[in-house]
């Protein structure tokens, strides 16, 4: 369905729903306090803005983990706020997190990181015969491209990280490795044409912007591998089972990958 003909309350974006829930939930709870309907009890009021937001939220439409995020923060908030923890602690863990997942909600593609077993799976779509150039779409820090570097010295990889803290640890990583590039930005600005793998371990939400940029720019022979997130509604060429405790799953796509037909 095209975004434009979605219910409004489908294309409102998961943060304008977050707030709105928030914000409709501490109004109730002025609201009762200034009318006399609830008593000046913190914690009475803590678990009325919850409930509200809890119900404002399921009303949009907004996805089940958020209905427990609603349920839980203002309840936390006062819990935090009687520990009476320094203001800094908390201005130094939204630093943070700001700095590790940054852009995350607008993303929607948070940090988690391949693991050694993956980086063995991709190295063996790489031609033997020949140097191949790589490219991981939001590199992280480094997980998937510097055991790639190390196993195919001969190959040439480059990664993209929108996040400086990630970024920042894969360049220290990546030192003393002459055949990796890092690369600090959104990995949908420069053009994905002469790569001969483009690697993504992102989330639902990119994979069709994903897909449509890889079939317009990648090249004849280029496959592009996605990390557990198939792009949807399209057939990949392969699928390859990592034999990994987390079960992970490669869908493999080229060029001539067609969208599937349903029965
Ligand atoms: C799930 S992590 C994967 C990290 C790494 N590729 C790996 O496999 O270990 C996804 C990363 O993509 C980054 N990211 C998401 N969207 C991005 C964008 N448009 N441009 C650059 N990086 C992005 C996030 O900041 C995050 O670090």
Same mark, same amino acid.
């Given at each position: 369905m095209p975004p434009a003909a979605m219910p409004l309350l489908d294309r409102l974006p998961a943060t304008v729903k977050a707030?709105?829930?928030?914000?409709?939930?501490w109004?109730?709870?002025?609201?009762?306090?200034?009318?006399?309907a609830a008593p000046a009890l913190a914690w009475v009021l803590v678990l009325l803005q919850a409930l509200a937001a809890t119900a404002v939220a399921a009303a949009l439409r907004s996805e089940r983990w958020w209905l427990a995020i609603h349920?839980?923060?203002?309840?936390?908030?006062?819990?935090?706020? !009687?520990?009476? #923890?320094?203001?800094?602690w908390y201005l130094g863990a939204f630093a943070l997190l700001t700095a590790i997942?940054?852009?995350?909600?607008?993303?929607?593609?948070?940090?988690?990181?391949?693991n050694h077993a993956?980086?063995?799976?991709?190295?063996?779509?790489?031609?033997? $015969?020949?140097?191949?150039?790589v490219l991981d779409l939001g590199s992280g820090t480094g997980s998937l491209l510097l055991p790639l570097a190390r196993l195919r010295p001969d190959c040439e990889f #480059?990664?993209?990280?929108?996040?400086?803290?990630?970024?920042?640890?894969?360049?220290?990583?990546?030192?003393?490795?002459?055949?990796?590039?890092?690369?600090?930005? $959104?990995?949908?600005?420069?053009?994905?044409?002469?790569?001969?793998?483009?690697?993504s371990f992102l989330s639902p939400v990119p994979m069709k912007q994903v897909w449509d940029k890889a079939r317009r720019e990648m090249g004849e022979q280029c496959v592009l591998v996605s990390n557990s997130f198939?792009?949807?509604?399209?057939?990949?060429?392969? #699928?390859? $089972?990592?034999?990994?405790?987390?079960?992970?799953?490669?869908?493999?796509?080229?060029?001539?990958? !067609?969208a599937e037909h349903s029965n």
């Open positions: 707030l709105l829930a928030q914000a409709a939930g109004a109730l709870a002025a609201l009762a306090l200034g009318t006399g349920l839980g923060f203002a309840p936390l908030l006062l819990l935090a706020l !009687r520990l009476g #923890i320094a203001p800094g997942y940054w852009t995350t909600f607008r993303t929607r593609v948070p940090l988690y990181l391949s993956t980086a063995q799976a991709v190295a063996g779509l790489l031609a033997q $015969d020949r140097p191949q150039r #480059i990664g993209m990280e929108t996040a400086p803290a990630p970024y920042l640890v894969s360049r220290i990583r990546a030192r003393g490795l002459p055949n990796l590039r890092l690369a600090r930005g $959104d990995f949908f600005a420069p053009s994905w044409a002469g790569y001969d793998l483009i690697y198939a792009i949807p509604g399209v057939e990949p060429a392969a #699928i390859i $089972d990592v034999d990994d405790a987390r079960s992970t799953r490669l869908y493999v796509y080229n060029r001539h990958c !067609r």
